[in-house]
């Protein structure tokens, strides 16, 4: 009996060019040295590695986010989903992909719209500016404010989440506005996440945010 090595197919967008770059992945070509998916731009590259655990680690950069964001999934979910989404945390734009080929194909495609049209609602021209360190993406005061509205919404409406249970009652979130993003935590358990400010597009998406999770 022959046995077929595991095998998906991994795809991210680049944050610079806006191309989705595609690749097969195999569990032997995970099993050596770290792997990594280079866009054809050269300005960006997702690097994945296979642990002593079975666990696959991914560095996937954002095309909404300044800096990539981790993930760690099972071998399974990795290799064994017909799709599996990694969405950025804090918009709940997916970022990277893995699964069947075709399956991969048709969810950049969506993206790939989706993203249009989210460029064209916030007047934005060019993916470059939104990742480039310089005084005018990370202090518009513009975006903070939008962060800032979407945080103190979810909060109204109890759909900010940490550690506490979720029935007790009385739990409270403060929002620290930081040079690099605003910092939401809860004053019970401590738990935090950071949410960035220095791109426009970012701070858009993020009113699409049904949820924000603290950990």
Request: charged share 25%.
């Amino acid at each position: 009996m022959v046995i077929e090595p595991k095998q998906t197919t991994l795809a991210y967008r680049c944050p610079h060019c806006g191309a989705g770059v595609m690749s097969a992945v195999g569990i032997f070509a995970l099993g050596g040295d770290m792997l990594k998916l280079k866009c054809t731009c050269g300005k960006s590259e997702l690097t994945a590695v296979l642990q002593k655990d079975g666990k696959v680690r991914l560095t996937v950069p954002c095309i909404l986010c300044a800096t990539p964001h981790n993930y760690t999934l099972s071998s399974s979910v990795f290799f064994g989903k017909e799709l599996f989404a990694l969405p950025c945390p804090y918009t709940d734009f997916n970022v990277a992909l893995t699964g069947d080929a075709n399956a991969v194909k048709a969810e950049l495609a969506r993206t790939e719209l989706a993203l249009l049209d989210l460029l064209e609602e916030s007047g934005i021209k060019s993916l470059d500016p939104l990742h480039e360190e310089g005084e005018e993406t990370l202090s518009d005061p513009q975006i903070r404010e939008i962060v800032m509205f979407v945080v103190q919404d979810l909060d109204a409406e109890g759909k900010i989440f940490c550690k506490c249970a979720p029935e007790e009652n009385g739990r409270q979130y403060d929002a620290e506005i930081l040079e690099e993003g605003i910092r939401v935590s809860c004053r019970k358990c401590a738990a935090s996440r950071l949410i960035p400010t220095d791109s426009r597009l970012g701070a858009h998406a993020f009113l699409n945010a049904d949820a924000l999770y603290l950990e």
